[in-house]
């Protein structure tokens, strides 16, 4: 390692590498529930000094992990397995280096943060489209890599459909330049495909050609009680009729959470006093004020006329606005209970949502009467964020005994999984597979299917140096 330390200093200077204490900070998730080992950390600042990185990682057969932001739910940007290993940290490659309104992209670095794009793309008129809690500290180079997904797929899709052109370095040391702006182009294999949402396994993603959007700058949202829950997707049919392209997030809220919030994070004010079970952040966006809210009050209108939709609030000013946003943004329950909780993040038919949830909920409860079942989600992608505390989690909901955690996991975790099969879902909607997900994903792909991604990881990566233990298990 002295030897690889010396190589790393002499190519990418002193500020480019990180050893001894420092290297702490890297080695562990933003939830504290992944973690790894590593005595370096490279921080490049240029293409060619990841080239030069991956070249001397290859001469000392040391793995290399890619780390954007951190902010990732599933392990997939800290070290795994025995390989030694060396953590690329992207964060000095945060250049916008190019935004062209007029054909609607913008070219940037990887280590570039999800808002300071939106702040560009603001700034000329545009809207850039990928968007979730951790915007601030997320960065382009991990959302492409996880596919990630977020608050603004109903109207625009994934990370993979905002991608243009990727600059990638591949395992060898090679760089592919795909780094175009065209919409169209029929000339064989997309290979920018492969890196999207392929974690680091296939090579290191260093800078992005993205879309952009037409800016909507008028944005009014409400908040409001689910009449019948069984009609969820009556709700969000109509509420997608009346807003149609205007409709720009439809998100699915516990009642308790709306209630917690305010408990634990006192700058945000309790915007509806409510004791339903769940409730729904519906937000209509565009130009026009007039027509945002004539939209936005029909559709209340009329849902309340049928029967679905109770009690319910519409923002009356950007601070009203932004403090719903604030309440959904800490809506996900790690940071309102207490114990470590289990997760699933979970893609099912738009219209199931509601069956699998009252499934996915009598099952856990059947089996451990002393959890708390909580979840939340993006309903236009029938993507359910479903998470059990086994020992109740705290506030309330039960006793906080964790000691036989190991043994009820994995039983919540098999049948849990197998519930989601049966509805013809995935549980790696938006966060990914990391080292997480890496062993479940036998049960959701076939084995052609794991043939083929096998295959394609031994062609782009035969010694297996690239983020390993990730996304697929060889």
Not at 177 to 182: E, I, Q, S
Not at 285 to 299: C, H, I, K, M, N
Request: charged share 20%; hydrophobic share 40%; with cysteine.
């Amino acid at each position: 390692m002295d030897k690889l330390y010396t190589d790393l200093l002499a190519a990418l200077g002193a500020k480019g590498v990180v050893q001894g204490s420092d290297v702490k900070t890297y080695l562990t998730d933003m939830q504290g529930f992944h973690s790894g080992s590593a005595e370096i950390v490279v921080r490049p600042a240029s293409t060619e000094e990841v080239v030069s990185t991956v070249k001397i990682c290859a001469r000392h057969n040391v793995a290399i992990v890619p780390q954007a932001g951190n902010t990732g739910l599933c392990g997939g940007a800290v070290p795994a397995g025995e390989k030694p290993a060396v953590i690329l940290s992207v964060a000095r490659m945060n250049q916008i280096l190019n935004i062209d309104p007029q054909c609607y992209a913008i070219t940037v670095e990887a280590g570039v943060i999800l808002q300071a794009v939106h702040d560009a793309a603001n700034a000329v008129d545009r809207a850039f489209a990928m968007d979730w809690g951790a915007r601030g500290s997320a960065m382009v180079g991990g959302g492409i890599s996880t596919n990630g997904g977020g608050l603004n797929v109903l109207r625009y899709g994934t990370a993979r459909d905002q991608v243009l052109g990727l600059e990638v370095v591949l395992p060898d040391g090679n760089v592919w330049n795909g780094l175009r702006a065209l919409r169209k182009d029929a000339s064989g294999y997309d290979l920018k495909q492969l890196f999207i949402g392929g974690e680091g396994t296939l090579g290191i993603i260093t800078k992005a050609c993205l879309k952009l959007h037409p800016l909507q700058p008028v944005d009014q949202s409400m908040l409001g009680e689910v009449a019948d829950f069984e009609r969820l997707n009556e709700l969000f049919v109509l509420a997608r009729e009346i807003g149609g392209d205007g409709l720009s997030a439809f998100e699915l809220l516990p009642g308790e959470g709306v209630r917690r919030v305010p408990q634990v994070k006192p700058t945000i004010s309790s915007p509806l006093e409510t004791d339903a079970e769940w409730c729904i952040l519906v937000r209509f966006s565009g130009r026009d004020p007039d027509q945002v809210e004539s939209r936005l009050l029909a559709f209340f209108q009329q849902a309340l006329d049928r029967d679905l939709l109770g009690n319910a609030i519409i923002s009356q000013s950007i601070a009203q606005e932004d403090n719903l946003w604030h309440l959904r943004d800490e809506i996900p329950p790690e940071k309102l209970y207490e114990g470590k909780p289990i997760k699933w993040d979970v893609s099912v038919p738009i219209d199931r949502v509601t069956e699998f949830l009252e499934q996915a909920k009598h099952l856990v409860l059947n089996l451990r009467p002393q959890a708390r079942f909580y979840a939340f989600g993006h309903i236009g992608d029938g993507n359910v964020h479903t998470i059990v505390f086994p020992g109740g989690g705290g506030g309330g909901g039960g006793d906080n005994d964790d000691s036989d955690l190991d043994q009820i996991c994995t039983e919540l975790y098999a049948r849990m999984d197998e519930l989601i099969w049966s509805f013809g879902g995935s549980i790696c909607a938006e966060h990914g597979v990391g080292t997480e997900n890496v062993d479940r994903l036998a049960g959701q792909k076939s084995e052609t299917e794991l043939q083929l991604m096998r295959a394609i990881k031994q062609l782009f990566d035969p010694e297996g140096r690239m983020n390993p233990g990730k996304l697929i298990s060889m």
